[in-house]
């Protein structure tokens, strides 16, 4: 709860107190599906299930859904609770396949599953988590599921995408924006879109919100990549320059290595590999913060806010739309 009765969830604001209410049942209920769904005859896998459903996280897709749901006539439908149940299971099983490729050993401030166990345990545990969002979203109807077929294909394209990395000649500024609406922009988007079909929005504002998604969902991407440069601590929550160690190239890395100078230069030499040598990753992180990256990704921040925005001008006015607006000025806020 924030001064002047504003209250936040993940980075909303909700000026309506009923709303927040409302929002706040739902993400209840749909906290309750979750621990129903991965729930099986075998104890192991309700194990290896329940490990990052209780881990926490901010359950920003199902708040999404619930939130986009506010802004049609049926926003009481059950169905909103079921969809968000769905996108935050299929968001869950893709953590678990990330922290497989990744060879994460951490997730959420716990040790990750294939830490804790094995990498064939983690794979099978998303997959398990994959089988009960299908199933939960067959209650739906063929379109959810249709669409829901339609965000796995693009989730996937956009982890091989980022996987074999910008063909020959292509810009990589684009491959990279290209790789961010798919990997995250497009589950972000099916949730705004969920939410507004259950609620029984008209279909230009089914519309809006999906873009608005995966606008949102892009730019959440990219705040990251600039908060990973230009924290100067640790008080972000992410310690500055887990990117260049992991050889992960962002957008301000890729705007930065566009120049001609001899900083350029020097950064296209350095993040040629993952950064494991400490001095290596500090003049790295020098480069980077006295060149231009930071300022041009945030100027495409500040384009897609804009974006956004248009969106949500498609929308009823509502205490729904305000909550999504703020939505909208955290994103480009946290960055500083």
């Given at each position: 709860?924030q001064?002047?009765?504003?209250?936040?969830?993940?980075?909303?604001?909700?000026?309506?107190?009923?709303?927040?209410?409302?929002?706040?049942?739902?993400?209840?209920d749909?906290?309750?599906?979750?621990?129903r769904?991965?729930?099986?005859?075998?104890?192991f896998?309700?194990?290896?299930?329940?490990?990052?459903?209780?881990?926490?996280?901010?359950?920003?897709?199902?708040?999404?859904?619930?939130?986009a749901?506010?802004v049609?006539?049926?926003?009481?439908?059950p169905?909103?609770?079921t969809?968000?149940?769905?996108?935050?299971?299929?968001?869950?099983?893709?953590?678990?396949?990330d922290?497989?490729?990744?060879?994460?050993?951490m997730?959420?401030?716990?040790?990750?599953?294939?830490a804790r166990?094995?990498n064939?345990?983690?794979?099978?545990?998303?997959?398990?988590?994959f089988?009960?969002?299908?199933?939960?979203v067959?209650d739906?109807?063929?379109?959810?599921v249709?669409i829901?077929?339609?965000?796995?294909?693009?989730?996937?394209?956009?982890?091989m995408?980022e996987?074999?990395?910008?063909?020959?000649?292509?810009?990589?500024?684009?491959?990279?924006?290209?790789?961010?609406?798919?990997?995250?922009?497009?589950?972000?988007?099916?949730?705004?879109?969920?939410?507004?079909?259950?609620a029984?929005?008209?279909?230009?504002?089914v519309t809006?919100?999906?873009?608005?998604?995966?606008?949102?969902?892009?730019?959440?991407?990219?705040s990251?990549?600039v908060?990973?440069?230009?924290?100067?601590?640790?008080?972000?929550?992410?310690?500055?320059?887990?990117?260049?160690?992991?050889?992960?190239?962002?957008?301000?890395?890729?705007?930065a290595?566009?120049?001609?100078?001899?900083?350029?230069?020097?950064?296209?030499?350095?993040?040629?590999?993952?950064?494991?040598?400490d001095?290596?990753v500090?003049?790295a992180?020098?480069?980077?913060?006295?060149?231009?990256?930071?300022?041009?990704?945030?100027?495409?921040?500040g384009?897609?806010?804009?974006?956004?925005?248009?969106?949500?001008?498609?929308?009823?006015?509502?205490?729904?739309?305000?909550?999504?607006?703020s939505?909208?000025?955290?994103?480009?806020?946290?960055?500083?």
């Amino acid at each position: 709860m924030q001064g002047n009765g504003i209250q936040q969830i993940a980075g909303v604001q909700f000026l309506d107190r009923e709303l927040a209410r409302v929002i706040e049942q739902g993400l209840v209920d749909v906290e309750d599906v979750l621990h129903r769904e991965v729930r099986g005859d075998y104890e192991f896998v309700t194990e290896t299930s329940l490990h990052l459903i209780d881990a926490g996280g901010k359950r920003f897709r199902p708040l999404f859904t619930l939130l986009a749901g506010q802004v049609g006539p049926r926003a009481g439908s059950p169905d909103l609770v079921t969809a968000a149940a769905v996108v935050e299971l299929i968001h869950l099983a893709t953590l678990y396949h990330d922290d497989v490729m990744d060879s994460a050993t951490m997730r959420r401030g716990a040790k990750s599953a294939n830490a804790r166990w094995d990498n064939s345990v983690a794979i099978l545990t998303g997959d398990y988590l994959f089988a009960h969002a299908s199933r939960l979203v067959a209650d739906l109807g063929p379109g959810a599921v249709r669409i829901i077929a339609d965000t796995f294909a693009a989730l996937v394209t956009g982890q091989m995408r980022e996987t074999r990395g910008p063909r020959a000649g292509e810009d990589p500024v684009a491959h990279y924006l290209t790789v961010v609406a798919e990997k995250t922009g497009s589950l972000i988007a099916t949730s705004g879109r969920y939410g507004a079909m259950f609620a029984g929005c008209p279909p230009e504002q089914v519309t809006a919100l999906r873009r608005f998604g995966e606008i949102i969902g892009s730019a959440f991407q990219v705040s990251d990549d600039v908060i990973d440069i230009a924290s100067e601590t640790e008080t972000s929550g992410k310690t500055p320059g887990t990117d260049l160690r992991e050889g992960v190239p962002t957008l301000p890395m890729l705007y930065a290595m566009q120049g001609s100078g001899v900083g350029a230069a020097r950064l296209r030499e350095l993040l040629a590999a993952p950064l494991t040598d400490d001095d290596l990753v500090d003049e790295a992180l020098g480069l980077l913060r006295s060149g231009d990256g930071i300022d041009r990704s945030r100027e495409t921040l500040g384009e897609q806010a804009r974006a956004a925005r248009a969106e949500l001008a498609l929308l009823p006015e509502c205490p729904a739309r305000d909550a999504l607006a703020s939505l909208t000025e955290f994103v480009v806020r946290r960055t500083g």
